[in-house]
């Protein structure tokens, strides 16, 4: 058999193996959904088809896109990236937060965030950013949106009007962003 | 075009790069992204060519039809351009009548043709006052990657170039019928256009779709065979100044023979 | 009534009654969109770009349990004989509506409530036969956008033209011969998505034209797949 398939390609059938991932099975016959790579285990006799394209973020996904609105305790991020790919569609994810440091937003609109996704609920994307890689890539002073450099974890203080803010920073800040 | 928003990371690091007289791909400050012609693509249309200009990609058709003439031009054949952004050409496209930017583009065009006096217009008149000959040039975005203007007006000048038409005739009884031969188009001169933008103090030609979302003003121009300004849209809601138009006049005139010696030879090649 | 087949059997264009028009697909060639696909069939030369599933601009004309799919047929100005007006004609809008209704059956919507899936399919030059090969490149746009599917949709034409069923009629067949039968089918389940006839049939000519449709889209199938394998597999297959 293939180890690869495009949509409608007839895979097996399911008194052969446990089917599983982007599969559609109809009178007993197991066909691949998408165009993606099959693999077998004959541990378990499954089948499994993964798809090649991701045409939308499932959780634990990766997303780096820019804030659009901050409306606490709601963040609204605009995604540019999926997996470090430039997402072709429009789609925005929701940052909930719950009693951050000082009752402050996680950042400020315009800022890139690095975050992964933790659940989807009615076409709703919520991410979380609580791993030290997660956070603020880039952001710039609230007040006069003057260049911002980090002093500490979780605090930026502006080149320009010496205004301290706080952001909650990926490790990497400023040189993540691709 | 309008709907990219770049974020500030990406623009800083744009800017930086071209004050310091560089661009993140890496062209020089007048250098064209890799353009690609090929004429003739539509055989059902009189004329047409297909434009890749980096990630832009335009398809210009030509229609022959005859008709009226203008009352104020009684003695000469019509040109017509229309433009349409695709809404495959991006995501922020959308299905619609033409909109602003759609309508600015096919008239920056179509002024570049008229005013350069590519298709000599005298010639295209069947019966004078009563019967000539239309060309409706349709330009179909097919991918938005910045500068438009100039791949159209590429995909434009080929298209007019690779076409043939029905030579037409009026009958006695007024019906208008062809000859049975067929003729290309009076054409005259080879008008290029060349677009400039001002991103902080650096000027560049050809922008791509980022650089393109941040310019502090666009120059587009159209050089005739001779090397005069046969027309001029200035974009952006922005100012330059005089120093700068003519530093972009300046690097679009030394361009200007590249550029046009590419579309001579995309035709040729294409016989 | 004009002279479409000659004395030896075969078509204008040198075809047999049961033989396809000359054709190509391409897969992902747009690079914004999230899927696309160009064909040529005969003279049609058709771009099909897939955007989606995105949020929707509006809350109108979303559901709460799956994607909705729009599809918007559309012919280039320069595309026809004569001039096309740029505004959408009635003919594209039903052309619209048909493709659209032919392609839903198999998608598995579901999975992308709220969201909405555009399909816009470009007619850069329009032969006979248009909307079956705008089907066929379609499919291999949404499977090119990794919108999962039951199958691919592969649509062709069958007609009848001097008194013979023919497969895939050219723009002239389908002018001046008496029957066009468009049909589009997901080959796995057998199941028929599009189907629109114009002219008279009997019964048994019915049947026939059916099996002759099943035979033509079995081919263009095999091009679609190949065309995705070219895509993501090029590197394995060559």
Redesign the interface.
């Known amino acids: 058999m293939n180890n690869?398939a495009?949509?409608?390609?007839?895979l097996a059938v399911i008194e052969e193996y446990d089917a599983r991932g982007?599969v559609?099975v109809?009178d007993g016959?197991i066909?691949s959904?998408?165009?993606a790579n099959i693999r077998i285990n004959r541990k378990d006799r499954s089948l499994t088809s993964i798809?090649?394209?991701?045409?939308?973020p499932k959780p634990d996904d990766e997303i780096v896109g820019?804030i659009d609105q901050v409306q606490k305790p709601f963040v609204y991020i605009r995604i540019?990236q999926l997996d470090g790919r430039n997402v072709?569609?429009?789609?925005?994810a929701v940052l909930y937060m719950k009693g951050s440091v000082r009752d402050a937003p996680a950042g400020r609109e315009?800022d890139?965030i690095r975050a992964k996704v933790k659940l989807i609920r009615?076409?709703m994307l919520f991410v979380r950013i609580d791993e030290p890689e997660l956070g603020v890539?880039?952001t710039?002073c609230s007040k006069c949106g003057g260049e911002v450099v980090p002093t500490g974890r979780s605090f930026v203080k502006c080149t320009r009007c010496g205004h301290r803010d706080y952001r909650k920073l990926a490790m990497d800040y400023?040189s993540g962003?691709k | 075009m309008k709907g990219l928003v770049l974020d500030n990371l990406r623009r800083d690091q744009l800017t930086d790069a071209i004050s310091k007289g560089r661009r993140l791909d890496g062209r020089g400050m007048s250098e064209y992204r890799k353009l690609e012609i090929r004429p003739g693509i539509i055989p059902k249309a009189e004329g047409s060519a297909r434009v890749k200009l980096g990630d832009t990609e335009v398809m210009a058709g030509v229609k022959i039809e005859h008709g009226k003439p203008f009352p104020d031009t009684p003695d000469q054949g019509v040109l017509i351009i229309n433009a349409e952004v695709l809404p495959l050409a991006s995501e922020y496209a959308e299905p619609g009548p033409p909109d602003e930017d759609a309508i600015e583009l096919a008239r920056v065009v179509d002024r570049g043709i008229r005013e350069s006096k590519m298709v000599d217009v005298n010639k295209l008149v069947i019966v004078p006052g009563k019967e000539v000959y239309l060309m409706y040039v349709d330009i179909s975005v097919i991918s938005t990657g910045g500068n438009l203007f100039d791949a159209s007006s590429y995909a434009v000048v080929a298209a007019l170039m690779n076409t043939k038409f029905k030579i037409l005739k009026q009958e006695e009884n007024g019906s208008v019928i062809p000859t049975g031969e067929t003729s290309e188009l009076p054409i005259v001169d080879l008008p290029v256009s060349i677009t400039a933008v001002k991103i902080k103090k650096g000027i560049i030609l050809d922008p791509d779709v980022e650089e393109e979302s941040i310019n502090d003003g666009r120059l587009t121009v159209a050089y005739d065979q001779e090397g005069n300004l046969c027309a001029i849209q200035k974009g952006q809601a922005s100012g330059l100044k005089v120093e700068e138009i003519m530093e972009m006049v300046k690097m679009g005139k030394e361009k200007v023979p590249e550029i046009r010696e590419m579309i001579r030879g995309a035709l040729e090649k294409n016989g | 009534m004009m002279n479409l087949i000659d004395e030896g059997g075969k078509r204008l264009d040198g075809r047999s009654f049961d033989q396809l028009r000359p054709f190509s697909m391409q897969a992902g060639l747009l690079k914004s969109a999230s899927g696309s696909a160009y064909i040529e069939q005969g003279g049609n030369k058709i771009l099909v770009g897939v955007y989606g599933p995105r949020d929707s601009r509006s809350r109108y004309g979303t559901n709460q349990d799956k994607a909705v799919l729009r599809c918007r047929y559309h012919m280039l100005p320069f595309s026809t004989e004569e001039r096309k007006s740029p505004q959408p004609s009635r003919r594209e809008i039903e052309i619209s509506k048909v493709i659209r209704d032919a392609l839903e059956p198999a998608l598995l919507l579901e999975e992308f409530p709220r969201s909405v899936i555009d399909i816009y399919i470009e007619v850069l030059q329009s032969d006979g036969g248009s909307r079956g090969a705008s089907i066929t490149a379609a499919s291999i746009a949404l499977a090119d956008a990794g919108i999962p599917m039951k199958d691919l949709v592969s649509a062709v034409a069958v007609g009848k033209v001097n008194g013979h069923l023919v497969l895939d009629l050219s723009d002239t067949e389908d002018k001046e011969g008496e029957v066009d039968l468009p049909i589009a089918v997901m080959l796995n389940s057998g199941l028929i998505t599009l189907m629109q006839m114009d002219g008279k049939l009997s019964e048994d000519e019915f049947r026939q034209a059916i099996d002759l449709a099943m035979a033509g889209a079995k081919e263009l199938r095999e091009a679609q797949r190949k065309a995705l394998v070219q895509k993501y597999f090029k590197e394995v297959d060559s």
């Open positions: 690869r495009v949509p409608g390609e007839g982007d559609y109809l016959e066909y959904t998408k165009v798809g090649l394209k991701k045409p939308f820019t540019n072709g569609v429009k789609q925005t315009g890139i009615n076409a890539i880039f710039s400023k962003a």
